[in-house]
């Protein structure tokens, strides 16, 4: 189903500015293994990480109730097309998907993206602030694991792959120096 859906349609202006924001597939797939053990029948059959990633097949199995967190689940989350067959789909997939967020944060560059989130609300600079909450030290990914994440989530790396891209032309059009300048007044 496309977003907007009738639903938001019918609660939202015509001129609602929607946003968004996504993160790299190795920390979010790790993540949501600690995270949703519980939820995941895939997560919860493998004894860990390590043996998930080695042979995600044997674990996983695509319609069962709670596995969409246990794959691609960026591209779920954003309703985009379940199997996409060709490169052809996924593009066109990103670029709809670009229309309805002109706007998606990048996790891994959170103050960044708060400026340019203020930036296109027309905010003004002290009507945005951040501090860390409920985050935790999970200690990271190996980068065999992020690769072999990034591969399992191969629908999310190119959700972000292409977002990235995209977050990074609008902070070149909004000015990397006068960027860094506003996320250190921001950190301060």
């Known amino acids: 189903q496309k977003f907007p859906t009738p639903q938001v349609q019918k609660v939202m202006p015509n001129d609602s500015f929607y946003f968004s924001i996504v993160r790299d597939p190795s920390t979010l797939g790790e993540s949501s293994f600690s995270s949703f053990r519980a ?31 246990a794959r691609n689940l ?51 600079e002290d009507s945005v ?25 191969h629908l999310d790396w190119e959700l972000y792959s292409h977002l990235n891209r995209s977050f990074w032309k609008r902070a070149e059009a909004f000015g990397i120096p006068r960027l860094r300048r506003e996320v250190s007044r921001l950190r301060e």
Request: hydrophobic fraction near 40%.
């Open 39 to 69: 939820a995941a029948p895939a997560f919860r059959a493998s004894p860990n990480l390590d043996a998930f990633l080695a042979h995600p097949t044997l674990f996983y199995r695509p319609g069962i109730r709670g596995n969409h967190y």
């Open 74 to 124: 960026q591209w779920f989350d954003f309703g985009l097309p379940e199997d996409p067959k060709n490169p052809e789909e996924i593009r066109e997939a990103l670029e709809n998907l670009e229309r309805v967020f002109p706007l998606v944060l990048l996790a891994e560059n959170f103050d960044e993206s708060l400026v340019l989130l203020r930036e296109a609300l027309c905010w003004p």
């Open 129 to 153: 602030d951040t501090f860390a909450h409920n985050s935790r030290n999970s200690g990271g990914v190996t980068p065999a694991q992020a690769r072999r994440l990034r591969v399992w989530n």
